[in-house]
T-cell receptor, first 112, second 110 residues
Framework: ETGVTQSPTHLIKTRGQQVTLRCSSQ?????VSWYQQALGQGPQFIFQ???????GRGNFPPRFSGLQFPNYSSELNVNALELDDSALYLC???????????FGQGTRLTVV | TQLLEQSPQFLSIQEGENLTVYCNSS?????LQWYRQEPGEGPVLLVT?????EVKKLKRLTFQFGDARKDSSLHITAAQTGDTGLYLC??????????FGTGTRLQVTL
């Protein structure tokens, strides 16, 4: 077990709704990255947070936003959900930027 | 845009066989990582290769980083059913951002 926990594990939402996914990073890790993994694909980088600041963003629209708290846990928010947002959302934490990333088990989001 | 192509996409073999998975890119990465992912789980790091030409062995798994640091291979000797899973290569760029490959789904049967 990596110590990175995500909640919820599964979620079903309706198109147009908003969703918040949560990630508790491994103890002492100050860097959290979020990835989207569509079925049958490799994970795609959404963004990264380092010490509560966004530190890099992938090719995702502004309706994907995030937050990192003082305890380094993190949230991923997605507004105006679309059917194509259905995917496994993975959170990974690192001791520092550039260090090994440890992944959580993911949140499976289904948009209907 | 950096892209990592993996081949083959799917591989179904019998226990005891050998196999090689390839990861190719047009870009140079500072390091390259290999992960294995099982259904319902996040990817788990197997190895990181950093130096061009580097070869690393992890029991029955052998990882190689190309001289130009653009490609890599994973060779499994005498595959076991427990090797079944999705194998992902990932190039490490700035600030821990990982660019993942397309994945190779391996099925090992008795």
């Amino acid at each position: 077990e990596t110590g990175v926990t995500q909640s919820p594990t599964h979620l079903i939402k309706t198109r147009g709704q908003q969703v918040t996914l949560r990630c508790s990073s491994q103890s002492g890790h100050n860097t959290v990255s979020w990835y989207q993994q569509a079925l049958g694909q490799g994970p795609q980088f959404i963004f990264q947070y380092y010490r509560e600041e966004e530190n890099g963003r992938g090719n995702f629209p502004p309706r994907f936003s995030g937050l990192q708290f003082p305890n380094y846990s993190s949230e991923l928010n997605v507004n105006a959900l679309e059917l194509d947002d259905s995917a496994l959302y993975l959170c990974a934490s690192s001791l520092e930027q550039g260090a090994e990333a440890f992944f959580g088990q993911g949140t499976r989001l289904t948009v209907v | 845009t950096q892209l990592l192509e993996q081949s083959p996409q799917f591989l179904s073999i019998q226990e005891g066989e050998n196999l090689t998975v390839y990861c190719n890119s047009s870009s140079v990465f500072s390091s390259l990582q290999w992960y294995r992912q099982e259904p319902g789980e996040g990817p788990v790091l197997l190895v990181t290769v950093v130096t061009g030409g580097e070869v690393k062995k992890l029991k029955r798994l052998t990882f190689q980083f190309g001289d130009a640091r653009k490609d890599s291979s994973l060779h499994i000797t005498a595959a076991q059913t427990g090797d079944t899973g999705l194998y992902l290569c990932a190039g490490a760029g700035t600030a821990s951002k990982l660019t993942f490959g397309t994945g190779t789904r391996l099925q090992v049967t008795l």
